[in-house]
């Protein structure tokens, strides 16, 4: 028996469902639960009906996951050990923490190559982790690699990223020991709190071409989508700007790859693919990968090498490098020490620029902006900005 919840001034004639108001309950009432819509009627099972457990789902990895994909089952091993949830697989879990976590909502002003920009379909780190995922998604999909590892993995691969772009990173390395680097800071700093599991931590510290191979082959196929997708997507930017016509691009790259980044992406994921299901290992066939290098190589030139691009990068840099030394020697400033907890034994201390490099690493690139405006008192020559 369904009724319409009596706090609910839905007006129904018919089959339909007319919404005169509602402002303090929805749906109907239908034995033990409210249904969302005052029409409900579909239907998941009969009553009694109970989804697979973990342990099911795990198991049924063992059947569709392709021989070397990572399960699952067996993994799942953090800093902080947990017991292992009844619905979820540890690597979903991580996924939803990455989902949910302040840094990757962060991502979203913090800019891929044109910093604080007006024109909001240009990317951001947050578009930018979304479109390698996708990248990703596809190539394990067919392959059968780890689906929720994989996003894991690309969800969270530049969380550790500061404003500016990669000029953070080179603002940050005169004051961390051993240098900055973006991919090892986003695990082992970043997304600490978040207690993840060794094998995503490990895709996203080896994700950087700069660095070694990850553990996995979904670590491995994360560097290659992170690869194929800025290439595309940095390279449609730089059209809808302006800045470069498709017309210009390498001939390798335009008879290889397309010169719309739909048609690029959709053969670098079949590129992928094949290569994966000839050869049984991550990768692109030669002539593919050889189109791609150019296609980078054109980026850098034309794109993050361009003369505006050097001059905004020169003066994220400075902007960043003085607003860690501001707060290192006003460590009370930064919230995680004002809240006791970060530890701060004194002002210039290496544990208060440690704290400095932490929170002006998380900042949003308008947020760094206004912080050099208030603290800095810097002028608007001084501060770098959008196109």
């Known amino acids: ?53 973990r342990e099911a789902r795990e198991e049924a990895e063992e059947m569709t996951l392709a021989p070397g994909a990572t399960r699952a089952r067996g993994a799942g091993e953090r800093a902080t050990p947990e017991e292992p949830d009844v619905r979820r697989t540890c690597f979903e879990r991580d996924l939803d923490r990455i989902k949910y976590s302040t840094a990757f909502r962060r991502l979203a002003g913090k800019c891929q190559v044109f910093l604080a920009p007006d024109d909001i379909h240009l990317r951001t780190r947050l578009t930018h982790a979304i479109e390698v995922s996708q990248v990703a998604l596809a190539v394990a999909q067919a392959v059968g690699l780890n689906r929720a590892l994989t996003e894991a993995m690309a969800l969270g691969h530049d969380c550790g990223h500061g404003p500016g772009g990669h000029a953070a990173e080179d603002a940050f390395e005169i004051f961390v020991p051993g240098g900055f680097d973006h991919a090892i800071w986003g695990a082992d700093v970043t ?9 995503t931590l490990d895709g996203i510290r080896h994700h950087s071409w700069r660095l070694a191979a990850g ?25 809808r700007s302006g800045i470069v016509s498709p017309s210009e691009l ?23 693919i094949s290569a994966i299901e000839t050869t049984g290992t991550v990768g692109l066939p030669l002539d593919m990968a050889a189109a791609l290098d150019d296609f980078r190589k054109f980026n850098y030139e034309r794109l993050y ?22 707060y290192a020697d006003a460590p009370w400033l930064i919230p995680a020490v004002a809240n006791n907890e970060t530890p701060v034994d004194h002002s210039g201390s290496p544990l208060a620029v440690r704290a400095a490099v932490t929170y002006v690493s998380g900042m949003t690139d308008r947020f760094a902006i206004t912080q050099a405006q208030t603290h800095l008192h810097w002028s608007d020559a001084q501060l770098p900005v959008g196109i």
């Open 305 to 326: 090498l361009r003369p505006a691009s050097v001059r905004q990068n020169d003066l994220a840099i400075k902007m960043l490098r003085a607003l860690v030394e501001f």
């Open 191 to 199: 997304l600490v709190p978040l207690n993840l599991c060794e094998q």
């Open 215 to 239: 553990s996995t082959p979904e670590s491995e196929l994360l560097s290659l989508s992170d690869r194929m997708a800025y290439c595309a997507h940095d390279f449609d930017d730089a059209v």
């Open 250 to 272: 390498p001939a390798s790259v335009r008879e290889i790859l397309g010169t719309k980044q739909s048609e690029q992406i959709r053969n670098l994921i079949a590129g992928t």
């Open 1 to 53: 028996m369904c009724e319409v919840d009596s706090s609910d001034t839905t007006a129904v004639s018919g089959t339909s469902a007319v919404v005169v108001a509602s402002t303090t309950a929805y749906g109907t009432t239908h034995g033990s639960v409210r249904r969302p819509h005052v029409d409900s009627f579909a239907s998941v099972a009969s009553e009694g009906w109970a989804g697979p457990t």
